[in-house]
């Protein structure tokens, strides 16, 4: 069984940066692939960022080149840094966990089996 603990949520003006932080209990986080989700009011949960056991990364064009997603094996840590807030970033944040091999993804909640239990992100304007 996998646990994961995000952390680093909060209240922010648009511009500002916040990091993010995921915890995972179990052995062998090097062999989960991590991701993060947000969901806002009212909306389905919005896949963010995705990194693989080999570091890859993968993001939608809405986060593209203003988060950043990594992994620190050795503390079973995934992080999202985001820069350059905006208003419609703001959501609850989930962590999410995969230990599947897949040969190819489409980044969507039913591709991981994890899930922590959110952190809320708000960017005032």
């Known amino acids: 069984q996998v646990q994961l603990v995000e952390s680093g949520g909060g209240l922010v003006q648009a511009g500002d940066s916040l990091r993010l932080s995921c915890a995972a209990s179990?052995?062998?986080?090097?062999?989960?692939?991590m991701g993060w989700f947000r969901q806002a009011p009212g909306k389905e949960r919005e896949f963010v960022a995705h990194?693989?056991?080999?570091?890859?990364?993968y993001y939608p064009d809405s986060v593209k080149g203003r988060f950043t997603i990594s992994r620190d094996n050795a503390q079973n840590t995934v992080y999202l840094q985001m820069n350059s807030l905006k208003p419609e970033d703001t959501a609850v944040y989930f962590c999410?966990?995969?230990?599947?091999?897949?040969?190819?993804?489409?980044?969507?909640?039913?591709?991981?089996?994890?899930w922590g239990q959110g952190t809320q992100v708000t960017v005032s304007s």
């Open positions: 999410a966990a995969d230990t599947a091999y897949r040969a190819a993804r489409t980044y969507s909640t039913n591709e991981y089996a994890y």
């Open positions: 990194i693989s056991r080999d570091t890859g990364t």
């Open positions: 179990g052995r062998a986080f090097s062999r989960f692939v």
